[in-house]
């Protein structure tokens, strides 16, 4: 996206045109000279401010940081995919904590690892699930006579957060992934619908990144198996 050296100043064409790419990201030109390029924010956004929090620096009153290809590169890719996050419409239910979603969580190696470990089929219910397209009743709310309670306990307003965290249907799923991974009983409940219902997980979910990259494939996992049990059942056909 960026060279790392630079023959001579840039000109004021080209800044202006880089400058107005990074508008879409929150970012502007700090500097660039024939050693490195550097970037802050353009105005502190909690949730932005916190994805690149360990990528950045405190600089001539602006956080800022300088792009190379590596930890540089990586924050822009961060930036871009927090931007994308947040075109989602608001007035989604499973937009609650959207903006707290730490970003950097899909980068971690705990997280890559689990993917690699996924077969055809598994990371097609993990893209569907991560869009937020998981079936429910409730997502079939605007069909003609459709019953939105629970097919297994009979609770109004069946989502997909209430079969994630509520249903007494896949308590033994929770309770077996929670050993696994050593998740408080409970946690479900607590977390917003961002991750019951797409596998997203917030900065509040715990202070350690690893430990929430940790969480983010346990989300996921246990929406992969509802979603594999909803399929072989054919509850909502």
């Known amino acids: 996206m960026f060279c790392l050296r630079f023959p001579e100043p840039p000109s004021e064409f080209l800044q202006a045109a880089i400058n107005s790419h990074l508008a879409e990201l929150n970012l502007?030109?700090?500097?660039w000279d024939a050693c490195r390029v550097t970037v802050r924010l353009r105005s502190v956004r909690d949730g932005l401010t916190r994805v690149l929090e360990p990528y950045v620096t405190w600089s001539d009153d602006a956080w800022t940081?300088?792009?190379?290809?590596k930890a540089g590169a990586h924050a822009l890719r961060l930036a871009a995919r927090y931007q994308c996050l947040l075109s989602v419409r608001r007035s989604r239910f499973d937009a609650e904590g959207i903006t707290d979603v730490d970003i950097d969580a899909s980068s971690h190696q705990t997280w890559r690892d689990w993917k690699a470990t996924l077969d055809?089929?598994?990371?097609?219910?993990?893209?569907?699930?991560?869009?937020?397209a998981a079936t429910s009743p409730t997502r079939r709310a605007n069909m003609p006579f459709n019953n939105t309670s629970c097919p297994f306990c009979k609770a109004e307003d069946a989502s997909m957060r209430h079969f994630w965290a509520l249903c007494p249907q896949f308590r033994s799923f929770r309770q077996e992934i929670e050993a696994s991974f050593n998740v408080a009983h409970g946690w479900w409940v607590r977390q917003p619908r961002v991750t019951a219902k797409s596998g997203w997980?917030?900065?509040?979910?715990?202070?350690?990144?690893?430990?929430?990259?940790m969480l983010q494939v346990a989300a996921c996992k246990l929406g992969l198996r509802i979603m594999s049990h909803l399929q072989?059942?054919?509850r909502f056909d």
């Open 120 to 132: 055809p089929k598994e990371k097609l219910l993990l893209s569907v699930f991560r869009g937020g």
């Open 65 to 69: 940081f300088t792009v190379d290809r």
């Open 28 to 31: 502007q030109l700090a500097s």
């Open 232 to 234: 072989c059942h054919d």
């Open 201 to 213: 997980i917030t900065f509040d979910a715990d202070p350690s990144p690893a430990v929430r990259a």
